[in-house]
């Protein structure tokens, strides 16, 4: 079958500006909205749940609550700075190569934040590592298929939504 034709008897739904057949193509979008639906439920979670938690651990180690609620002024400030920074990287590099990075860097960064020494630093390596993740999940959608554009327009749209 040649691109851009669906098969005989399809029937064709409107996406956005872009019409695609209600088979496989429909169950793809789906599929591909579930999972980036509860990736980003889980990285607002986690991102969120740093920002919140961050004091108490502070506190709880024995940082003031001024140097605690620094350390959690520079976590966000760090989540500022890499939501800039993943610009001039996704030039460079690769949508898969940013995101695993961040992971990695995320990982390591929460595992180091258990070290009394180390936790607030730790804690500003988290901000800057998550920051890019959201940022380069749609140019992976982008990639990988006519459903992942397709979900990827539908998120632009929905970011949008206030």
């Not at 020494?117 to 982008?142: D, N, S, T």
Request: glycine share 10%; aromatic share 8%.
């Amino acid at each position: 079958m040649s691109e851009g034709r669906t098969r005989p008897g399809a029937r064709t739904v409107l996406l956005g500006a872009y019409p695609t057949s209600t088979g496989a193509l429909g169950r793809s979008l789906a599929s591909v909205l579930t999972v980036f639906t509860a990736l980003y439920v889980l990285h607002v979670g986690i991102e969120a749940g740093v920002g919140g938690w961050e004091p108490t651990h502070l506190e709880t180690i024995g940082f003031s609550a001024g140097a605690a609620a620094t350390a959690t002024s520079v976590y966000w400030l760090m989540t500022t700075v890499g939501r800039f920074l993943v610009a001039p990287t996704v030039l460079r590099s690769s949508a898969q190569a940013i995101i695993t990075v961040s992971c990695v860097g995320m990982a390591v960064s929460l595992v180091l934040a258990v070290v009394p020494a180390l936790a607030p630093y730790a804690y500003a390596g988290v901000g800057l590592f998550i920051a890019p993740i959201f940022r380069a999940v749609p140019l992976l959608l982008c990639g990988v298929s006519a459903a992942g554009l397709a979900a990827t327009l539908w998120l632009i749209h929905a970011t949008r939504i206030h």
